[in-house]
């Protein structure tokens, strides 16, 4: 199985050569020609590793040893050997993605590519060290960093917007480790610091970054296919949880509401059901930024609009990568997908074509949660449901709710939950009560004596850790901080 870019059909790579790459030359997205099949009913019947094994490696054919890899990924590192548990609250179901080593769902993914990129690396007798190069809103950075700190051959690089993640996500990746790490704040916010990056592989691509010589970029961001790919095991996870349970039968559709920020969870959720998992209606949930609510009801992506700090910053973005993936599935037209990208880039704003505006109705839901619904809904799930959620998880909760009462759908829903309420204990704190002020690590303590949940092990303690980067720079100034490394 080859892989060729969204905006353009010609050149193709494999699988190892696309996660090396991260990004197509054309600055594309890798896409599959064929998506695989898979044995779904002997999928269904393993445990979360065999899974993920049987899954990516069906993704990623040229990587070999995939059960070895996914082994090394994740053995020891999660609470738990299911590594996505659920929870049946009653109402919904929630997929907690959040119990890795960095409390956020992106260690799911962030855990298996260090180990995608270093096997490929092998398969091709690439030299070079590889410089992981990421924008981040938060929660990427840090599972980044932690996956990457120590990988031989690899360093990483990770930019985050000034004042633009939460101080606990800022503790956790400034006092991050390892020999090959580099953290630096950009005054900006997150589309600043992801523009700045992608710059950054536009120069290495003219030659204009000397470092290049020495130095293989990739991205850990979704727009790499060694990133996306592990994140479809999750969902047959959950189906295979809902069977055991006894609430679906084998063959039954269940949905899905995904909070949504780079579209890359909500199309893994959509690769999932390519792969034959019998998947019903995903539901995009987005906050206050609700590009993608207002694209999927009237087929325009309008950019131009100011972009609101809310209180689940990791959806906080208007450009969402992933999307253009879906583009090319949904309509198998480059040149389409390839005009559409230009628009968005000269105009900020593009139309989709009246069939392809139908094809993505037909698949996905989409609705919007701002930050007050937000802590009303942690407010309600945790006194109705016993259920103590994060501002993301929040959103989509709401959205799901949303959607059953718009549509009236009652199949079973499960809401990905994308982080721990630790990571977020302001918003959550004062969405469940009326605390004295306090900076984020009291507020955790408080937050634990009040509902009972415990602080995951990677978040206590936080404070004690040395700062080991500090930096903060203008966001011109991004290549020339690589440039040092
Ligand atoms: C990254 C992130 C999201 C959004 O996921 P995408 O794949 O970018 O859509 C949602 N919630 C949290 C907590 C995240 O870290």
Known sequence: MLYHSTRNCLSTVDSAQAVLSGLAPDGGLYVPEKLPQIDVAAC?????????????????PAIPNMGELVRRAY?????????TPTVDTGKFTVLELFRGPTSAFKDVALCMLPQLLTAAKKEKGMQEDILILTATSGDTGKAALAGFSNVEGVKICVFYPDGGVSAVQRAQMVTQEGNNVAVCAVKGNFDDAQTGVKNIFASAVEGRLPAGNRLRLSTANSINIGRLAPQITYYFKAYADLLRRGQIKMGDKVNFCVPTGNFGDILAGWLAKQLGLPVGKLVCASNANNVLTDFIETGVYDRRRPLHKTASPSMDILVSSNLERLLYFLSN???LVAGLMQELNTKGVYEVPAELKAAIKEEFWAGYCDDAKAKQTIQNVFENQKYLCDTHTATGWAVAEDYVNQTGDNRPMVVLSTASAYKFPAAVLSSLTDAPEMDEFAQMAYLEKLTGWPVP??????????????GVIEKDAMLAFVEEL
């Not at 269904?44 to 990623?60: K, P, V, Y």
């Open 457 to 470: 092990a990677n978040l206590s303690g936080l404070q004690e850790k040395k700062e080991l980067h500090t």
């Open 44 to 60: 269904l019947q393993e445990d979360t590793m065999q899974m993920a094994q049987r899954i990516i490696g069906a993704m990623l």
């Open 75 to 83: 053995s020891g590192k999660f609470q738990t050997e299911e590594l």
């Open 333 to 335: 037209d480059t040149a």
